[in-house]
């Protein structure tokens, strides 16, 4: 297991930079965006398809710097009812796997996403409650919808032998662990979980329980380290189901904090091992979405607790136990 980033905050600078910035904090892995949300500031996605020159040029720099891929991220929603916008994110996935392939990554980390409530609706909607009895019938055309989706989206996976690792978010049909395993069942073992605790922990999710839950089910393909504090007063009025701006920091009831500032060092030393319980062996990706820091500080104070918390060897016999 390794720290890794996923390099979103350092999109203003050249790729070069940042691998050299990241590798001079003893970073091990990087997640690269490619598209969506997370954007391609440092990656071409369609030129590194088109051009063997081009990937080896990424490969090298990678080597130079002693960092390895931990995963191609593009986050987006492929089952919007608007299908141009359902398409562009279809296309940006697709092309994600077919690339990862061609790198020899072996993860591509996104959203579900989030269909309509019926077949003639224009807006994505995220289904919370089960009554009044249409929004339970909503959720289970959103099924249907996600199931023929992803049925075709795994398979095209597995032909390229590449995880899809599915981001667990509030606002997209996956949102919790039940989810994430009821899509991979309707599916195949190519899809799993990008296990980022900071959307669990203001759902009120235990998120060592929601690691051995999945790991059960050997369904963690890849993880972010991202934090959250839930802030006590203001969740007291407000509720969870916060819609107040992320800006505006003093009123909402949870924000998404740098690693160790929303939970101690010990506890993120639990999940670290809860984790090798389970078999996990990857990276833990850094997702910097801290608005109280800059990205440079948070990051430094994320890969200085994980530092301490990850285990740098393999498990050692158990002499005491014979």
Request: hydrophobic share 40%; with cysteine; net charge negative.
């Amino acid at each position: 297991m390794d720290v890794g980033v996923l390099t979103v905050p350092l999109g203003g600078e050249s790729l070069d930079d940042a691998l050299a910035y990241l590798s001079g904090l003893s970073v091990g892995a990087v997640e690269l965006g490619v598209g969506g949300f997370p954007g391609d500031d440092h990656v071409d996605r369609r030129g590194l398809l088109d051009s063997e020159d081009a990937r080896t040029e990424l490969t090298d720099a990678l080597d130079e710097h002693g960092l390895r891929v931990s995963a191609l991220a593009t986050h987006n929603n492929p089952l919007h009812p608007d299908d141009e916008r359902a398409g562009e994110a279809d296309e940006e996935l697709r092309e994600a796997i077919d690339l990862a392939a061609a790198l020899d990554v072996n993860t591509v980390t996104c959203f579900s996403g989030l269909p309509a409530g019926g077949p003639d609706d224009e807006v994505p909607n995220w289904i919370t409650a089960p009554w009044p009895t249409e929004h339970a019938d909503a959720h289970e055309y959103q099924w249907e919808v996600a199931t023929d989706y992803w049925a075709d989206l795994a398979d095209h996976a597995a032909s390229k032998a590449v995880d899809v690792a599915i981001e667990m978010h509030p606002n997209m049909l996956v949102y919790e662990p039940h989810g994430l395993l009821r899509l991979r069942e309707a599916t195949n073992e190519r899809v799993g979980a990008n296990f980022d605790p900071s959307h669990l922990y203001w759902q009120g999710i235990d998120v060592t329980e929601a690691i051995r839950f999945l790991g059960e089910h050997d369904a963690i393909h890849h993880v972010h380290a991202k934090d959250t504090k839930v802030y006590e007063a203001n969740a007291r009025t407000r509720g969870v189901l916060d819609t107040t701006a992320y800006t505006e920091e003093n009123e909402r009831a949870w924000l998404f904090r740098t690693v160790g500032y929303g939970h101690g060092e010990a506890h993120w030393k639990d999940v670290v091992s809860t984790l090798r319980m389970v078999g996990y062996d990857g990276a833990l990706s850094i997702e910097h979405e801290d608005s109280l820091t800059s990205s440079r500080e948070g990051l430094e104070k994320a890969v200085d607790v994980l530092g301490r918390a990850v285990f740098e060897t393999t498990p050692g016999e158990a002499y005491w136990a014979e």
